[in-house]
């Protein structure tokens, strides 16, 4: 059974920083994409950033230059370095993994920024 469990969140005042983890387990983890997106109150789901199995990354715009993500396939785990964050980026933030039509999904951690 394949289980993605994130961890990370919390609230942070702005300009902060959070590292969100996403540990998987029941996968073969090297060979499936990776990504983070998240969810605010009243809005769709949206793509935060996406990892390939070679490594090439793409963010979205309202993150770049701010967010990283990284993958470690030894240990089943990616990553999402939020730096200087803003109370927009307020969310839900969910850990996916994909490959052809496979598509698995954690359950979630809260990220509130605030002051």
């Known amino acids: 059974q394949v289980q993605l469990v994130e961890s990370g969140g919390g609230l942070v005042r702005p300009g902060g920083s959070l590292r969100l983890s996403c540990a998987a387990s029941?996968?073969?983890?090297?060979?499936?994409?990776v990504g983070w997106y998240r969810q605010a109150p009243g809005k769709e789901r949206e793509l935060v950033a996406i990892?390939?199995?070679?490594?090439?990354?793409h963010y979205a715009d309202s993150v770049k230059g701010r967010f990283t993500i990284s993958r470690n396939n030894a240990e089943k785990t990616v990553y999402l370095q939020m730096n200087s964050l803003k109370p927009e980026d307020t969310a839900v933030y969910y850990c996916?993994?994909?490959?052809?039509?496979?598509?698995?999904w954690g359950q979630g951690t809260q990220v509130t920024v605030s002051s």
């Open positions: 996916d993994m994909q490959r052809q039509s496979n598509n698995y």
């Open positions: 029941g996968i073969i983890f090297s060979i499936h994409n």
């Open positions: 990892m390939d199995t070679g490594g090439r990354t």
